[in-house]
């Protein structure tokens, strides 16, 4: 059964940094798109980075741009999001998720995605 599990959520500072984890079970990384989402109390989930098949990365927000790096280890079936220089307005529920096996490159659209993990709350606050 196809699986998905975040970590590394928390509280933090403004300014300070955060890695989230997604590990991935069920299924072998290397043929799947993973993207990292979150959403906001009162607001619509929004892509935020992606990695797709190739190994390639895809900002799929302006406001993260130069700030959150994705990255995966195929080895170790994990997804990994770098959040740095973190703003009051990163806090949320951050997701990842994985397109259907079919699809090589990233989608901004969360319907687009069809393995979803729990969620991990990302809090940024003095």
């Known amino acids: 059964q196809l699986q998905l599990v975040e970590s590394g959520g928390g509280l933090v500072q403004p300014g300070g940094s955060l890695r989230l984890s997604c590990a991935v079970s069920?299924?072998?990384?290397?043929?799947?798109?993973i993207g990292w989402f979150r959403q906001a109390p009162g607001k619509e989930r929004e892509g935020v980075s992606c990695?797709?098949?190739?190994?390639?990365?895809?900002n799929l927000a302006d406001s993260v741009k130069g700030r959150f790096t994705i990255s995966r280890d195929n080895a170790k079936n994990t997804v990994y999001l770098q959040m740095n220089s973190l703003k009051p307005e990163d806090t949320g529920i951050y997701y990842c998720?994985?397109?259907?096996?079919?699809?090589?490159?990233?989608?901004?659209?969360?319907?687009?995605?069809?393995?979803w993990g729990q969620g991990t709350q990302v809090t940024v606050s003095s």
């Open positions: 998720a994985a397109r259907r096996q079919r699809f090589y490159y990233c989608s901004a659209r969360p319907a687009e995605y069809e393995y």
């Open positions: 069920g299924f072998t990384l290397d043929y799947y798109v």
């Open positions: 990695t797709d098949r190739n190994g390639g990365t895809t």
